[in-house]
């Protein structure tokens, strides 16, 4: 969610809702898994259940209409979500940092018409001649 993708403001908003439904449903399904497989909850893996539910979505929706094969796949997926467990690290302290590094690219400011040709961040860089391998 780091990257909104809409420009209005009542889209962007409803983009926003639309990550905490996904958000809410994931650890739900993550809630299912630990109850009805005795672990626990804090220990399930996030990332680990959103992989597990996008790779189930695609075999659930090659079982077409048929509950019990859906059912089954639905077991399938909950006892392999609780099985991907985080281990226990006690004392372990992980600072936040961004991982998305900023792009080597000018902003667009204006219309693209308005922009023109930017020049190029690198301009010193790139006029000096290159030198000779000796």
């Not at 926003?16 to 909850?41: D, G, K, P, S, W």
């Not at 959103?50 to 979505?57: A, G, I, K, S, W």
């Not at 080597?104 to 023109?116: A, D, E, I, V």
């Amino acid at each position: 969610m780091d990257v909104l993708r809409c420009l209005t403001p009542a889209m962007i908003e409803r983009e926003i809702r639309m990550h905490f439904v996904a958000y809410n449903l994931i650890r739900c399904v993550m809630q299912t898994a630990a109850l009805t497989h005795h672990t626990e909850l804090r220990r399930v893996s996030f990332k680990g259940t959103l992989d597990t539910v996008r790779q189930f979505v695609n075999a659930a929706q090659g079982a077409g209409n048929r509950p019990k094969t859906i059912a089954a796949l639905v077991d399938e997926m909950l006892h392999t979500i609780a099985l991907d467990l985080v281990p226990h690290r006690p004392g372990r302290s992980e600072p936040r940092a961004v991982k998305r590094r900023p792009k080597n690219h000018q902003r667009l400011t204006r219309p693209r018409r308005q922009m023109g040709i930017l020049p190029h961040r690198n301009t010193a860089t790139s006029k000096r001649p290159k030198q000779a391998l000796s």
